[in-house]
């Protein structure tokens, strides 16, 4: 299994941006599918997640102005980004619990992360 993730770039303070991440491989279950981010020298942090039934929980900091949606016929989660704030700037990463065919337990996967920068 790999996750894919897509979208990050460059923007201007109150700009918008939407992240893909897209689950490849066969064989598997995914239940909660999230974003984390990493500023520079910052621990890694959740920003919202979302779980197989559409329940979502969002960091304060971006509650109002991110939208966590997943498509799960597409096994991909998207985050649009509204408001955006310099703070925001960070390596975001997508995360998927996702459990193998016959198998018992959910592992984490990690996508590659991708650069949103936030910056007049």
């Known amino acids: 299994v790999q996750l894919q993730a897509s979208g990050g770039g460059s923007v201007q303070p109150g700009e918008s941006l939407r992240l893909s991440c897209a689950a490849s491989?066969?064989?598997?279950?995914?239940?909660?599918m999230g974003w984390y981010r990493q500023a520079p020298g910052k621990q890694r942090e959740s920003v919202a997640v979302m779980t197989s039934g559409g329940s979502a929980v969002y960091a304060d900091s971006v509650k109002g102005r991110f939208t966590i949606s997943r498509d799960n016929v597409k096994n991909t989660v998207y985050l649009q980004m509204d408001s955006l704030k310099p703070e925001d700037t960070a390596v975001y990463y997508c995360?998927?619990?996702?459990?193998?065919?016959?198998?018992?337990?959910?592992?984490?996967?990690w996508g590659q992360g991708t650069q949103v920068t936030v910056s007049s």
């Open positions: 995360n998927a619990m996702i459990k193998m065919s016959g198998g018992i337990w959910s592992s984490s996967y």
């Open positions: 491989g066969s064989g598997f279950s995914i239940n909660n």
